[in-house]
């Protein structure tokens, strides 16, 4: 089964407006991190946000936010006021902090698109 | 967040010969470095896992002899792609972490971006 399923490959957004973007997961270990980053066309890895599965509340940085709903096993990723420089592919992952190697296992992606 | 230089950020070799990729992390110690794979419009999927001075563990599919790791030391870790094909050519990205990391972030290099001709 995949660890991390991202269902949207490409989601457009009208500058200025918010858009979520969908993730859920699969693990057996009670203890797991997500994760969001942001991968422009230069192909570098760029890290957004994290959240932990025993934190409480949903992580949010500056503009983004991350809908955690873990009975749901799902993480979304907000992002609110869009703006032309979020386009971009974005990757959902997870690492599992208690089996395996702490590496992360990533989703396919979802290439957004902001619209002027 | 930490600095991880990983050179070069792109590279294009004629197919049989070898390639080096560098990655190294400046400002902490890398007990464990993560060599992953990125074929175009795909996902970012792990090649191998090594802990500085041990020898490399390998995902399934991937060749040892042919994907050489070297993690020497707590800063460098070295890809080496040997006799390369064209089925070589992808985005190859390190990740390197720290024994003591928080857990809150995941550091990447650049990557690089392998052509093979």
Redesign the interface.
């Known amino acids: 089964a995949q660890k991390i399923t991202q269902t949207q490959p490409g989601m457009f957004v009208q500058e200025k407006e918010a858009v979520t973007l969908d993730c859920t997961y699969d693990t057996s270990d009670p203890s797991y ?1 997500l ?1 969001w ?1 942001k991968q422009p066309s ?4 760029i ?1 957004l946000i ?1 959240q ?1 599965s025993y934190d409480q509340q949903n992580a949010t940085e500056g503009r983004y936010s991350l809908n955690f709903q873990k009975a749901r096993k799902s993480a979304n990723l907000v992002i609110s006021a869009s703006q032309l420089g979020d386009s971009a592919m974005y ?1 959902c ?1 997870m ?1 599992e ?1 208690q089996t395996g ?9 979802t290439r957004l698109t902001v619209i002027p | 967040g930490a600095v991880v230089s990983q050179h070069p950020s792109w590279v294009i070799c004629k197919s049989g010969t070898s390639v080096k990729i560098e990655c190294r992390s400046l400002d902490f110690q890398a007990t464990t470095m993560f060599w992953y794979r990125q074929f175009p419009k795909q996902s970012l999927m792990l090649m191998a896992t090594s802990n500085e001075g041990s020898k490399a563990t390998y995902e399934q599919g991937v060749e040892k002899d042919k994907f050489l790791i070297n993690h020497a030391s707590l800063t460098l870790s070295t890809l080496t792609v040997t006799s390369a094909h064209p089925e070589d050519s992808s985005f190859y990205i390190c990740s390197p972490r720290s024994a003591r990391e928080g857990g809150t972030e995941a550091f990447f290099g650049q990557g690089t971006r392998l052509t093979v001709v």
Do not use: I, P
């Open positions: 991190g994760f980053y230069s192909g570098e890895m890290f994290y932990g990757f992952a690492r902090d190697a702490n590496n992360l296992f990533f989703g396919t992606g």
